[in-house]
């Protein structure tokens, strides 16, 4: 669905007024839609779409995701949280899982940045490089 500039223009500065701190407020974006629902202004299905685009993208960055072949000590996971709070901000919710597929190392995401320091990953680079 195509969106017209000033749907995006409306998206944008709805999104910019749902944050508090840096960070998006749930009830404020949910006061937001409410209104808009209400009042139905011109395009206000656009407007929604890309309100909704803007959020999802504010969430994700937000969200990291660190997995590791075997489970982490401890003090692993709090030097991870810790370099990647410093790099994303503390607002960053973290979460640790195991993938033995990893063979070893780590893969962390954050978003749409992906770290992929895992064995499986240089195996299989090794292997495309012949």
């Given at each position: 669905?195509?969106?017209s500039?000033?749907?995006?223009?409306?998206?944008?500065?709805?999104?910019?007024?749902?944050?508090?701190?840096?960070?998006?407020?749930?009830?404020?974006?949910?006061?937001?839609?409410?209104?808009?629902?209400?009042?139905?202004?011109?395009?206000?299905?656009?407007?929604?779409?890309?309100?909704?685009?803007?959020?999802?993208l504010?969430?994700?960055?937000?969200?990291a995701?660190?997995?590791?072949?075997?489970?982490?000590?401890?003090?692993?996971?709090?030097?991870?949280?810790?370099?990647?709070?410093?790099?994303?901000?503390?607002?960053?919710?973290?979460?640790?899982?195991?993938?033995?597929?990893?063979?070893?190392?780590?893969?962390?995401?954050?978003?749409?940045?992906?770290?992929?320091?895992?064995?499986?990953?240089?195996?299989?680079?090794?292997?495309?490089?012949?």
């Amino acid at each position: 669905m195509k969106i017209s500039k000033q749907a995006q223009r409306d998206a944008r500065q709805l999104f910019r007024s749902c944050l508090v701190n840096g960070r998006l407020d749930e009830s404020r974006a949910r006061q937001a839609v409410a209104l808009l629902a209400e009042r139905k202004p011109r395009g206000f299905v656009e407007i929604l779409s890309r309100l909704h685009r803007l959020i999802k993208l504010d969430i994700e960055l937000h969200t990291a995701r660190v997995d590791s072949a075997v489970a982490l000590p401890a003090d692993v996971q709090a030097q991870v949280a810790a370099r990647l709070k410093g790099i994303y901000g503390d607002g960053l919710d973290l979460s640790f899982g195991q993938d033995a597929a990893l063979i070893g190392g780590l893969r962390i995401q954050v978003g749409s940045d992906l770290y992929d320091g895992s064995v499986k990953t240089r195996l299989e680079n090794l292997e495309q490089s012949f």
